[in-house]
């Protein structure tokens, strides 16, 4: 549930009002334990929301450091090229394939020996 927050500190160019919405927005829905309120906490949540987005913006405006800004495009190829070594051909189907092509070949083997 939370994978879509991301540090948006230290990039250029800086975070959208957007990016830092979406955050916040991720990390109500984590703490709540709830992808979309019922009405009756619809009006909570959304304050919630709205605080959080607050915060980060204040927050994110406070913050100094002495590192170069990271480029927004390297940080992605940097993501890409991690999840590549890590899944390997996994994000391609292939684990799944193997998955799915498991219980047929056993079924096979036992009606044709």
Do not use: W
Not at 1 to 21: G, K, S, Y
Not at 83 to 93: C, E, M, P, S, V
Request: aromatic letters at 4%; proline letters at 5%; charged letters at 25%.
């Amino acid at each position: 549930m939370c994978r879509n927050i991301r540090t948006l500190h230290n990039f250029e160019p800086a975070a959208t009002e957007e990016e830092v919405q979406a955050a916040a927005l991720q990390y109500v829905r984590k703490i709540s334990g709830s992808t979309k309120p019922s009405q009756a906490n619809a009006e909570a949540f959304d304050r919630a929301v709205a605080a959080v987005t607050e915060i980060s913006k204040q927050l994110l405006g406070e913050l100094t450091t002495s590192a170069p800004p990271k480029d927004r495009e390297v940080e992605a190829e940097k993501a890409r090229a991690r999840a590549a070594q890590r899944y390997g051909n996994a994000r391609r189907g292939g684990a799944l394939r193997t998955v799915l092509q498991s219980p047929i070949l056993a079924f096979q083997r036992t009606c044709n020996p």
